[in-house]
């Protein structure tokens, strides 16, 4: 193997140890995102069940204004019931005094309704509180989590970017970037080995992506020490000994 392809290898072994302390700290962040969209649902039921026992109090204390102000009318006319000269006006006000009595004893029992919704909300708005407070909770335990991750691998990740640099400075720059461009793609994973895949005849296929290769790739990767990626995955290919020899 040529010296690009050796230092192309040392550089994807020092990858894959960053990609997967990587990903061991991203799982755990993507609990604490899932964490705090959760959270954020929570808040917004919360909101919701806030603005509907505002206005559904507003609504009682506006009934019960209209309740004394009709008590204050019966109370009136039952005063003019008593200075009431004649028959015709006693009995016309007695018909007005029934009828609001009547009135406010419908508004009364709206006003109860009201009220016993308005415990039920309460209660759906405390318990919501209550849930909240412990996602919350929760929510810190998992970012606490991740802090600690992050302090674990801190000195390994350090050490392992400055291997990184190390190893990249020998990789030529068009290989270096097809390098770092597959690395994107594919969570550090950028090598991939040419297997052989008929033992009679002469087939080659990408482990990566376990894709036919060319016998004219094979032999490209074979004479010339480049970068020389499959045409499907787009993996910078190599041949091990054994293969190599069999080609041969
Ligand atoms: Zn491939």
Same mark, same amino acid.
């Given at each position: ?6 230092? +192309? ?66 109370? &009136? #006319? ?18 007005? +005094? ?8 419908? #508004?009364?029992?709206?006003?109860? =309704? ?6 039920? &909300? ?16 929760? +929510? ?27 190893? =990249? ?35 080659? =296929? *990408? ?17 010339? %020490? %480049?970068?020389?990626? *499959?045409?499907? *995955? ?15």
């Amino acid at each position: 193997m040529g010296a690009t392809l050796e230092a +192309l290898h040392r550089l994807q072994e020092v990858e894959l140890q960053i990609a997967e302390l990587r990903k061991v700290i991203d799982r755990k962040a993507r609990a604490v995102r899932q964490q705090e969209a959760r959270i954020s649902e929570l808040q917004a039921k919360y909101q919701k069940e806030h603005d509907a026992l505002r206005s559904g109090q507003m609504e009682a204390d506006r009934l019960d204004l209209d309740v004394k102000s009709r008590e204050a009318e019966i109370a &009136k #006319l039952r005063t003019a019931l008593q200075g009431a000269k004649t028959n015709k006006e006693y009995s016309a006000i007695l018909t007005q +005094l029934n009828t609001n009595k009547a009135d406010n004893s419908k #508004l009364e029992d709206r006003v109860l =309704a009201l009220m016993s919704e308005l415990d039920k &909300k309460r209660q759906v708005h405390a318990e919501l509180q209550a849930q909240i407070k412990s996602e919350e909770a929760r +929510l810190e335990e998992l970012r606490q989590v991740v802090r600690e991750a992050e302090d674990k691998s801190r000195d390994r990740l350090e050490s392992l970017r400055a291997q990184r640099i190390e190893a =990249a400075a020998v990789v030529p720059p068009s290989a270096l970037e097809l390098f770092e461009r597959i690395a994107r793609k594919n969570d550090g994973e950028v090598m991939a080995r040419v297997i052989r895949t008929n033992p009679k005849r002469a087939e080659y =296929a *990408c482990e990566g992506c376990n894709m036919a290769i060319t016998i004219e790739q094979v032999n490209a990767i074979l004479s010339r %020490d %480049d970068a020389i990626p *499959c045409n499907i *995955c787009g993996r910078i290919l190599f041949l091990d000994t054994a293969a190599a020899t069999s080609v041969r």
